[in-house]
């Protein structure tokens, strides 16, 4: 008759690791009767072949790229859109048919990420 020995077996308990902290997010406070920063309509207008798919992407949607379309209602070429912007410089391309192009007519420019430019537009 064999006889087995069951050895003791040690359970291993990993050493407990505390969690990051969590990133403290400001609540928006309104106040009542505190002024509301005005929008105003600002004008995205670019030259493209008829028929294109123009949009506008920028720092003001997220740079979605489908997010606001450019329309050219006369048919001659001439894209454009209104979107209402507070106050502020925002970055911005156009997207024609696929393609991210800077605005041609914008003489303020900033370099991104990608190597490329983004024009800027100022709001006041």
């Given at each position: 008759m064999k006889k087995t020995v069951k050895a003791a077996t040690k359970k291993v308990v990993a050493p407990k690791v505390p969690k990051a902290p969590k990133a403290v997010v400001e609540p928006k406070v309104k106040v009542a009767g505190a002024p509301k920063a005005k929008t105003q309509r600002v004008i995205f207008s670019v030259r493209a072949k008829e028929g294109s798919k123009v949009f506008v992407a920028g720092s003001f949607n997220d740079w979605d790229p489908t997010a606001k379309q450019l329309?050219?209602?006369?048919n001659e070429g001439l894209f454009t859109a209104t979107i209402n912007l507070e106050p502020g410089a925002y970055q911005y391309k156009?997207?024609?048919?696929?393609?991210?192009?800077?605005?041609?007519?914008?003489?303020?420019?900033?370099?991104?990420?990608?190597?490329?430019?983004?024009?800027v537009k100022n709001v006041e």
């Open positions: 329309l050219d209602k006369k156009f997207v024609i048919d696929g393609i991210w192009c800077a605005d041609p007519e914008c003489t303020d420019w900033v370099h991104n990420d990608h190597g490329t430019l983004n024009s």
